[in-house]
């Protein structure tokens, strides 16, 4: 349960890291949210309960990574759009 959305974003990463894939965030986003609910939610709130204060870092230190995934994955998206719409575009002849 804990480990299935890390592989979803890790596929979603490399698709669309290496092979350049834009739909591949869509994969980075449903595996960071699953994540997030799930560590954050499930794992997260064991460890407040049961007052381990280590292991409550290491949850926020996932959910840090997490979320900087996400974002980098959103920002790789954006520059990819943006480049290739200026790579559609035709250059002018005269300038």
Known sequence: MLVF???VVFIGSYLQASRRKRWAVVLVLVGGVFGVIFVGGNAGFLFIYIGDKRDQLLVLADLAAILITMGIAIT???MSVMFV???KKKPSRYG
């Open 76 to 78: 790789n998206l954006i």
């Open 5 to 7: 959305p890390g592989v």
């Open 85 to 87: 719409e200026d790579v």
